[in-house]
């Protein structure tokens, strides 16, 4: 079968890291045309500086919000660097100045993370700064080219984004329906799955949901900047991406939905030919998501896959015909008939993206879109002066590394000691765990880097060769940087050495000097990240499953207030959906960042392990009702089950945020008991869902109040260290 390279390259091009990455190598091709009319190789090197810096600092948003936020860029540039060169031969206010500078450029990333991108960007063009500053043959030297290197970068981007408004929104809308059909594989595992097998799936499902709740948020950012205060003025194009997200929002209720304790099916359906065909559905709805995220991203129609009916009407024949057989009882025969009209309407979902898709389609009303609540800028600010802050302890911790870096290479003499914060500020996150990655990723990167460039620098190739190395590197940096950072620090040592060779010819002196800072700078990282104010799970463990629990308490009002035939989208029940969803992602974000913590900072592991896939599985259950509250029927009493389930949810949400008292305890169980023999299939569905509910619910509660009992005893014997 011929290959189609027309669909591979456009798939190249359409790609996120490689259409990012472009932009950086249009504006190096510019410089190495500047250096062949100039001659200027220093300054050709500061200007591919500041286009990295400024590459970096970039934050997507709308025409004139890109326009904003570059002007921010350039002078937050131009201040940085102009204070490193102002200050650099007085080592002692050198010092003042860079500790508080970086820790208010920190700080003002808690305003938002386009400010926090720009503040990096800032605090990455000092760096460069001082790299050349004993060379500088003036004050604005150094801070001018830089900041031409950024507005050069700046001027391509903007003029890339004037061409391609829809580009971004394109590649991240794609991302939401890859991540979607990720989860749909990975749940047709269920059929069958024993009940250890279940829990994995649970487990791995809500490690699946994280990467979906993220894709959807990023997607949501996107549409909000592009669609700005014109919500009722925007055209075909941009209209249509509004539906397809808002279709991935409803798709992603029903794909997380369950509607049975799967691990149950294959002893009491004794049906191995329905359980394939389910699965079959799975794995073909997950292909078109697939399909759909690619139609999206490389600009073309979508066509639905008509063979999915086929499945479904062939497993609601197997499910009739082996009911006929079997005689299940309605208990279980009802939630298999739900959970394939579940699936059918997924199928239906994903069919309608073909008319969405089509700018000539005649204009609906267009869906409102919930905007993220703007506090005022001193009152953000407040909020995060305080040892509780994330933010106001990474500021503390990046401005004190910085400074330890800066006495040591002024103790030890060292001439390109730069690099040690450089390393710094690359490798120190907000977590130890986001750390700790980082730092094996950059030891990694460099001494791969180092390796590759030896041979390089041995060959010793011709002042325009590497001029183009430097550019290709820089280009394979842009395409790595946001997936694989060991790949990219690997490219960005090599285009690092090249620079050096061409300012000093010195690109074999700085491979010692290289390796050493780097192991220096991460060695100040982790300690700092270990030992001042770390940010250990377990200590926000129970903070997690009170925010997780009290969110699912919320869907779970909403869901059941709105049993009526009308479907409602509203904005109030998606931000309900979305808070219960955002809330399970994080607790599963603490599972997985406890697991590269220190063994003897793992306390709760194995009980973060089961409230991970519990909490999920009561995600799941509320979802299904969710899923089907246009089709089911109110039950007698549905007000009472409903307060005693949320009441259960908040009275755990509330022990561990320490408040006991704050909810009625005392309550006994509540048992909500089977439906009636007269009872309509809905009533049935919606009974058999709350009573799933209840109980994990009771589960919930009772490891939630263990969990808080550990940490109080926990707490008890250990000093605290925040």
């Not at 030919?273 to 991203?297: K, P, T």
């Not at 802050?389 to 590394?401: I, Q, T, Y």
């Not at 990723?441 to 001029?467: A, F, K």
């Not at 990219?488 to 390796?515: E, Q």
Request: with cysteine; glycine share 6%.
């Amino acid at each position: 079968m011929p290959m189609d390279f027309t669909g591979l390259l456009r798939r190249l091009l359409t790609d996120s890291h490689i259409y990012f990455a472009l932009k950086v190598l249009l504006a190096m091709l510019g410089l190495l045309a500047f250096t062949v009319a100039t001659g200027d190789i220093q300054l050709t090197v500061l200007l591919s500086l500041g286009v990295v810096a400024g590459a970096i600092a970039e934050t997507d948003d709308n025409l004139w919000g890109r326009v904003k936020n570059l002007a921010m860029t350039l002078v937050c540039f131009l201040f940085a660097s102009l204070c490193v060169q102002y200050l650099y031969p007085t080592p002692w206010l050198f010092a003042i100045g860079l500790a508080s500078s970086t820790f208010i450029f920190v700080m003002v990333g808690a305003f938002g993370p386009r400010y926090a991108t720009i503040s990096f960007g800032a605090l990455l063009s000092a760096i460069y700064t001082m790299l050349g500053a004993a060379k500088a043959p003036d004050l604005f030297y150094q801070p001018l080219a830089l900041s031409a290197g950024a507005l050069w970068y700046g001027l391509i981007s903007l003029l890339w984004l004037w061409l391609l408004p829809y580009k971004t929104l394109h590649e991240q809308l794609a991302q939401s329906y890859f991540a979607l059909g990720r989860y749909l594989l990975e749940k047709a595992r269920f059929f069958p799955a024993d009940e250890h097998g279940a829990q994995a799936i649970r487990h791995n499902l809500a490690q699946l949901n994280i990467d979906l709740v993220n894709a959807l948020s990023l997607t949501k950012s996107a549409l909000n900047a592009r669609l700005g205060q014109r919500r009722h003025r925007v055209n075909h194009e941009l209209a249509g991406l509004l539906r397809i997200y808002l279709l991935a929002l409803e798709i992603h209720e029903r794909a997380t939905s369950s509607h049975y304790p799967y691990s149950k099916l294959e002893a009491e359906l004794k049906q191995g030919m329905v359980l394939d065909g389910f699965q079959e559905v799975f794995l073909q709805l997950s292909e078109a998501c697939q399909r759909l995220g690619y139609a999206i991203l490389v600009h073309k129609p979508y066509a639905h896959n008509t063979r999915i009916h086929w499945t479904l009407e062939a497993l609601g024949d197997q499910l009739a015909f082996t009911h006929l057989k079997q005689h299940y009882p309605k208990s279980l025969l009802t939630p298999m008939k739900f959970l394939r009209r579940n699936l059918a309407n997924i199928n239906q979902l994903l069919a309608s993206a073909e008319g969405l898709q089509n700018p000539a389609q005649s204009p609906l009303p267009l869906p409102e879109l919930a905007s993220p609540p703007r506090l005022p800028l001193l009152t953000q600010l407040k909020q995060h002066l305080s040892l509780h802050s994330m933010v106001f302890r990474h500021a503390l911790r990046l401005s004190l590394g910085l400074l330890l870096g800066y006495g040591l290479l002024q103790a030890l003499s060292l001439d390109k000691g730069y690099w040690i914060l450089l390393t710094l500020l690359f490798v120190c996150q907000p977590s130890y765990s986001a750390t700790r990655r980082r730092l094996v990723q950059r030891m990694l990167g460099t001494v791969v880097g180092i390796l590759v460039g030896i041979p390089v620098l041995w060959l010793s190739p011709p002042l325009d060769v590497q001029l183009v190395i430097m550019g290709l590197a820089a280009f394979l940096f842009f395409t790595q940087v946001r997936s694989n950072y060991s790949a990219a620090v690997c490219f960005i040592t090599l285009y690092v050495l090249m620079a050096f060779n061409l300012l000093d010819g010195v690109g074999f002196a700085i491979l010692g000097p290289r390796l050493l800072d780097t192991l220096l700078g991460c060695a100040i990282a982790y300690a700092l990240v270990a030992w001042l104010w770390p940010d250990w799970q377990y200590k926000r463990l129970p903070s997690l499953i009170a925010n997780s629990l009290s969110a699912n308490a919320r869907y779970l009002s909403a869901v059941l207030a709105r049993l009526k035939p009308q479907r409602d989208e509203s904005i109030d029940y998606r931000v309900a959906r979305k808070s219960a969803h955002l809330a399970d992602s994080e607790l599963a974000t603490a599972w997985q960042s406890m697991l590269v913590e220190p063994q003897q900072r793992r306390r709760f592991l194995d009980l973060c392990f089961t409230l991970t896939w519990r909490n999920h599985a009561l995600l799941s259950y509320i979802s299904a009702l969710g899923a089907h509250r246009d089709k089911l029927i109110a039950i007698k009493g549905l007000d009472e089950v409903r307060y005693h389930i949320c009441h259960t949810l908040e009275q755990a949400a509330s022990h561990l945020a320490g408040h006991p008292s704050s909810v009625i305890s005392g309550q006994p169980p509540l048992a909500i008991g089977a439906a009636g023999p007269d009872s309509s299939e809905e009533q049935l569905m919606l009974t058999q869902q709350l009573n799933l509910i209840s109980e994990l619910s009771d589960q919930l509660l009772t490891l939630a109040d263990e969990s808080r009992l550990l940490a109080a005893s926990q707490g008890a014997t250990m000093p605290a260290q925040s």
